[in-house]
């Protein structure tokens, strides 16, 4: 293997002394360039974000104490739940760290830090430190926000439930990276990595289904619990999560040079290309740095011919080509679409937000088809179609893969909703949320990158306006269309259909200005 | 005295799943060697560099630095390897770079050395600025300079003429000639005809193989990069 240390003899005196004030001399620059009112600044915008979410979140969620039933349905199932989400970001960082990750290293270190003659583990613990950290402030700070908005209906001490939760969510993070760091530097397999995500997933599915405590990830949400019902099993959940980190640390000399070097230049294009909010690029970028490519044999090959229109068949072709990852991915994404709707029909009306994100984000994958017009505007604008008709010609099919992935969110949305429920309002949601999913993805992807010069000439107000609409109006639309859900009541006898269904319509209004806007596009403008 | 070439490849291969990089290249490179690596694009000069200085891994077969197994500690020691694009830190300048690469490979007396470096490639007057205002040529020679700042047995260079002025280039011949002399072995990515007098030796490749092993003349380089 390419990166064992199979010896550390030839490690110059002092060698490790000058790496670690390499690393200071550059921090030691950064922050020479930033200047003190800039960083406040920053800290300022990011404690008001964090403030409007708490304080929004706050308006929408119920205020009202759980009744004894609802705090011991809490105790009993809470942690289940809780811990098929840490399973979740345990399986997303085996993923990431199947492919690589999630250390993404600049160029220069690889060629400079990983080349030279020192243990990989010495040059790649500080990146590691400082990755781990700030994943668990980041778990610190959603913990506690999270904690600050159930605590109150809750009869807990309050600062034990804050402090419990965002332990938890600190440990889930800096573990889920632990583990990352364990798949790359155990060079496990895609296949292998899936395997032990399924694992940890149906692992935490068995302990919802059974009421059972026995995976460490339900282990581990047991802490966010504990105020309410202490279960020491929650010390053996802190316990498996610091192991987690400690093993990943300790994997860390397998990463793989030639990986790394691969993500590092994937890395800042990808960078840029969010700098410059070019969301195709972004996707291109991102299939690359998961090496998703098309599949050689199509999963249904389309016979030759037919009846069918071209573009139709030229659509199909795509999608089945699709490799089996993005299946899988939209897949899951419309599970959670589906669960998240579930939870907000149970009292978590925020979640609502979730399932438009995620429908958003697979709409994206079925709107394929048109971000190829785009990738490749000679051939687009040699079509004998007016190149805005072109684009609007791929959308039923895109539309139609759209709708099959509703019905699996909806399918999904029955482990939480009863049957009636999800009998009535999906014949009512699911077209115009399909129709608002595919037009939002369908924009932003032919939006491309912003012309700055343009922007410039705005002035600096008005084009952080422009860049945000750009950025919100897509998704916005799908949330529009989702928005009518929480008000058809909890109580399966007198669910308000006809109010959603009424509601529902105003956003075929949105995806009807975002067809319009399609209809109009041109290569050259894009 | 180790008696182990400096470099050494054995089935040498690397698989990048939608083509051979390269295929099964037996090679052995003895100190004092300075051998010039020739072929049309995408014959595998990159990735044959790339492999040898642990940067790449190989699907098959095996490559030695000085009898160690490449990717070791003990052969990055040994082995500088230039990318044909300069990679450099946006946040250090010249002489940072030239400072903290040079301690971490253990060069010693690193100041006078890089001084010299920097006045030989004429980047004594940019040696304090950031790299992120520099143009092609300029990165090149602080990425030339820092290949050449820390001890090596084997330097693997690739296309390092690209963007270099005149002067540049016969600095560039010079350097590589004098470190010959002194019994470090060279690999060098280029057509360019002015290492022609200094090379002991060319190997061409082509879709991967070894398609000429020999001596070295203009005319057997224009054969093998165009031929």
Known sequence: ?526 | MSTDPTLQTESLTKDYGDGLGLHGLDLVVHPGELVMLVGPNGAGKSTFLGLCAGLIEPSEGNAWVGGTAIGTVEARARTSYLPDSPVLYDDLSVNEHIEYVARMHGTEDWEDYGDELLELFQLTSRADDLPGTFSRGLRQKAGLILGLVRPFSLLLIDEPFAGLDAPAQLTLVDVLAELVEQGAAVVCSTHQFDLVPVATRCVGLRDGELSYDGDVSEDVIRDLVGG
């Not at chain 1, 807990?156 to 332990?167: D, H, P, R, Y």
């Not at chain 1, 949305?413 to 037009?439: E, M």
């Not at chain 1, 308000?496 to 956003?507: G, I, K, M």
């Open chain 1, 1 to 526: 293997m390419v990166t064992a240390d199979s010896t550390t003899e030839a490690v110059p005196p002092g060698a490790t002394a000058a790496l670690a004030d390499l690393h200071r001399a550059r921090r030691h620059n950064h922050r020479a360039v930033v200047h003190w009112v800039d960083a406040l600044y920053r800290v300022y915008l990011t404690g008001l974000g964090a403030a409007i979410v708490v304080v929004v979140a706050s308006g929408l969620l119920p205020h009202e104490p759980l009744d004894p039933a609802g705090v011991e349905a809490l105790a009993a199932e809470g942690p289940a739940w809780l811990g098929l989400a840490i399973a979740a970001a345990l399986a997303f960082g085996l993923r990431s760290g199947s492919r690589g990750g999630p250390l993404t290293l600049e160029a220069a270190t690889v060629q400079h830090e990983l080349l030279a003659p020192l243990p990989q583990a010495v040059v790649l613990r500080g990146s590691a430190f400082k990755q781990l950290r700030f994943l668990a402030f980041a778990g610190t700070v959603v913990g506690g926000i999270v904690g600050v908005l159930t605590v109150r209906r809750l009869p807990e001490n309050e600062v034990a439930g804050v402090v419990c939760t965002a332990a938890t969510f600190a440990l889930a993070a800096a573990a889920a990276a632990g583990i990352a760091y364990v798949a790359s530097g155990r060079r496990l397999s895609r296949w292998a990595a899936g395997l032990l995500a399924l694992g940890l997933l149906g692992w935490s599915a068995l302990d919802i289904t059974a009421g059972l405590t026995t995976s460490p990830a339900t282990m581990l949400a047991s802490l966010a619990f504990a105020p309410l019902s202490f279960d020491p099993l929650a010390v053996v959940g802190v316990l498996a999560a610091s192991l987690t980190v400690a093993a990943g640390v300790g994997s860390l000399s397998g990463l793989s040079v030639e990986t790394a070097r691969r993500r590092a230049g994937l890395v800042s294009q990808l960078r840029f290309a969010v700098t410059l909010q070019d969301i195709r690029t972004v996707v291109l970028l991102r299939r690359q740095l998961a090496q998703e490519t098309p599949r050689t044999r199509p999963w249904i090959r389309l016979k030759r011919g037919g009846r069918l229109p071209a573009v139709w068949r030229r659509d199909w072709h795509s999608y089945f080509r699709f490799p089996a990852v993005r299946v899988a991915r939209l897949v899951t994404l419309a599970v959670v679409a589906g669960l998240a709707l579930g939870f907000t029909w149970r009292g978590a009306a925020p979640a609502f937000l979730v399932a438009a994100v995620t429908l958003y984000l697979a709409a994206y994958d079925a709107v394929e088809p048109v971000a190829q017009e785009v990738d490749h505007p000679t051939r687009w604008d040699d079509l004998a179609v007016d190149p805005g008709r072109q684009l609007l010609l791929h959308l039923p099919a895109a539309l139609t893969l759209m709708v099959l992935l509703c019905l699996v969110s909806a399918a999904s949305a029955l482990v939480l909703v009863p049957a009636s429920v999800v009998a009535d309002l999906t014949p009512v949601l699911v077209v115009p949320v399909a129709l608002t999913a595919v037009a939002g993805a369908a924009v932003s992807t032919t939006l491309g990158a912003p012309d700055t010069a343009a922007l410039v000439g705005m002035g600096a107000d008005m084009m952080g306006l422009v860049l945000m609409l750009r950025l919100v109006l897509p998704p916005a639309m799908v949330v529009a269309a989702l928005a009518p859900v929480l008000g058809a009541g909890s109580d399966p006898a007198d669910l308000q259909v006809e109010a959603v269904s009424n509601n529902v319509t105003y956003s075929v209004f949105f995806a009807a200005a975002g067809l319009l806007w399609l209809r109009f596009r041109k290569p050259n403008r894009i």
